[in-house]
């Protein structure tokens, strides 16, 4: 029987075995020239790393990491410049004016010009968030009252600056001149005892109205017993706002100054 037969016959007894399967060896084969670089040898058995290297690769993989979280940064539109967030505010704030003057049926074109007159007599003062829009509209109608109640504001304060005044506290501007005379002389009254009443009512403006101004001393002499309370106010006029007793109109709606009893 032939060699290359699957079975062969057992010579004692005759009968036919199964032969065992040849097992097929992979013939060995000349390293390649991948395997042959140490790349290749590194990829086919990688020696254990030190606890320097070990390190190094976290630093490096680190780095890339943060590199990568960067470049969404770096891909992003630069920051618009608060210059030019004011003047989108400006122009929001425009609008709702311009809106609201439309609600209360006055001329929209009127009432345009009448803000530009008022960003020119008063830079910076149209803002939301110190009056309400129909109340800017009052005053974009009427620029010339405002102009005559800002040369009486600094009759009554000679000494302080009555444009940021009304700024910090455009509400002033609503009163009629008969009412802001009244005003001014119960302050003068109030703080006659003062060195420098122009001083006080320019770092606090809601000062200028006197039932705020008379509840702010009624305060200071229950907190500071035995001391003047004109002398404390004028030795620091931010005396409320820091101790917290009076609040800076903080919105248009609800910012009104208010003192603890």
């Given at each position: 029987m032939r060699a290359s037969s699957r079975a062969s016959l057992c010579r004692p007894c005759g009968l036919a075995l199964a032969r065992p399967p040849r097992v097929?060896?992979?013939?060995r084969s000349t390293p390649s020239a991948a395997s042959a670089s140490p790349e290749g040898a590194g990829a086919a058995a990688a020696a254990p790393l030190t606890a320097q290297q070990e390190e190094d690769r976290f630093h490096e993989a680190y780095a890339k990491a943060f590199t990568v979280s960067q470049l969404y940064n770096v891909n992003r539109p630069p920051p618009v410049p608060l210059t030019e967030y004011e003047q989108r505010?400006?122009?929001?704030?425009?609008?709702?004016?311009?809106?609201?003057?439309k609600k209360q049926g006055k001329a929209q074109d009127a009432v345009k010009e009448g803000l530009q007159q008022l960003e020119a007599l008063l830079p910076d003062i149209v803002d939301l968030n110190r009056m309400r829009a129909r109340d800017w509209v009052g005053l974009a109608l009427d620029v010339n009252g405002v102009a005559a109640k800002l040369i009486l504001l600094k009759t009554l304060y000679p000494n302080a600056d009555v444009f940021s005044m009304v700024t910090l506290r455009p509400k002033t501007l609503l009163q009629s001149e008969a009412a802001m005379q009244a005003d001014g002389g119960e302050v003068l009254r109030l703080l006659s005892k003062a060195k420098d009443v122009c001083a006080i009512v320019q770092?606090?403006?809601?000062?200028?109205?006197?039932?705020?101004?008379?509840?702010?001393l009624v305060w200071l002499r229950a907190a500071f017993p035995g001391q003047d309370p004109v002398a404390l106010l004028q030795e620091?006029?931010?005396?409320?706002?820091?101790?917290?007793?009076?609040?800076?109109?903080?919105?248009?709606?609800?910012?009104?100054?208010?003192?603890?009893?």
């Open positions: 097929l060896r992979r013939p505010r400006k122009r929001r704030d425009a609008e709702e004016i311009l809106a609201a003057a770092a606090v403006p809601e000062l200028t109205d006197p039932t705020q101004l008379g509840r702010s620091n006029p931010l005396i409320l706002r820091n101790i917290g007793e009076s609040n800076v109109e903080d919105s248009a709606e609800y910012g009104e100054m208010t003192t603890k009893d």
